[in-house]
């Protein structure tokens, strides 16, 4: 979270505690990702998973985690350089199960490749090698996310009118302006946009 709060140029007050220690996250952390292109998306993360916790820590924990089935997408993080990582999967997976995270797309995100000795940053699939310390990896972390997050986003041209610069200052806000030129009708945009503002500013669409 906090490599990727540094590759959007966020504040650093915005950056989560972290430490290698047991419950170093306790409390669920939310974060705004905003990217260069307009598109951003809320990053959360939760507690760490352990086994066999004591009694009166899983309600604790169960509610922290539940969060987890109104995901659009898991990220799934592994220190792929801890000789029982397969196991500690294993826990997360179970865990998950518990608490009724099922069906939720998962992006597989093998961290510390480079203290195991694994090449990376590589991609296959939805698994991902990264080195999250030397910031490699991210880029292409970022492109799988946006795969799945973004999918369903429309890429149009508008021709906008010139009284209305209240709606091309929005869209250069909130969407990803591919092309602009100025016409004798108006500002004419080639733009990639998601389905929820493409529906609200359907009338100045005039193709794709």
């Known amino acids: 979270m906090n490599e990727l709060l540094n590759k959007s140029g966020q504040q650093e007050e915005k950056q989560v505690f972290e430490k290698d220690m047991l419950f170093a996250t306790l409390d669920t952390s939310v974060r705004q990702i905003k990217l260069e292109d307009n598109k951003n998306f809320l990053l ?12 009166h820590l899983v309600k604790a ?21 801890n000789e029982e990582y ?9 865990t998950l199960h518990e608490v009724g995270v099922e069906g939720v797309p998962t992006v597989y995100v093998y961290n510390k490749a480079d203290l195991a000795g694994i090449p990376y940053p590589r991609v296959n699939g939805d698994s991902l090698w990264v080195s999250a310390k030397e910031g490699r990896g991210l880029d ?8 799945h997050l973004f999918s369903g986003h429309v890429t149009c041209r508008m021709m906008v009118p010139f009284d209305r610069g209240d709606v091309v200052a929005y869209l250069n806000d909130h969407a990803t302006i591919l092309e602009t030129a100025y ?21 100045f669409v005039i193709g794709k």
């Open 44 to 55: 959360t993360d939760t507690v760490g998973f352990v086994s066999k916790l004591p009694h």
């Open 61 to 81: 924990f169960r509610s922290t985690l539940e969060e987890a089935r109104n995901a659009d997408l898991l990220l799934h993080v592994v220190d792929v350089s």
């Open 86 to 94: 397969r196991h500690m999967m294993n826990v997360t997976h179970a």
């Open 140 to 147: 292409e972390l970022i492109e799988m996310i946006k795969q």
């Open 183 to 203: 016409e004798e009708e108006g500002t004419l945009l080639k733009i990639e946009l998601g389905k929820v503002d493409y529906d609200r500013f359907e009338e």
